[in-house]
């Protein structure tokens, strides 16, 4: 229950992508989560805990990497047009 718990987040997340403004990087993340719903439903029908492990470190480094953007955006000021000043 648990995987298919996780390939419904990563299916979700493969469905939030916008291929308009995200390009190139959108269809990477697009075929990067396609295969760990595969390797999710391997771990599955093997019953693999290292397969688990595999899609987990994916995970986290796609976290960590939005992390990165997230606190290299915050340590930028708004431009005071971006808020209408």
Do not use: C
Request: net charge negative.
């Amino acid at each position: 229950q648990q995987i298919s718990t996780a390939i419904s987040i990563v299916g979700g997340l493969r469905a939030s992508l916008n291929f308009e403004a995200g390009a190139q990087i959108a269809q990477h993340l697009n075929d990067l989560y396609l295969y760990m719903e595969r390797r999710l439903l391997e771990a599955n029908l093997h019953n693999d805990a290292s397969i688990l492990d595999e899609v987990s470190a994916l995970l986290r480094q796609i976290k960590e990497a939005w992390d990165m953007i997230g606190d290299q955006g915050s340590a930028q000021p708004i431009p005071t047009s971006a808020v209408g000043v």
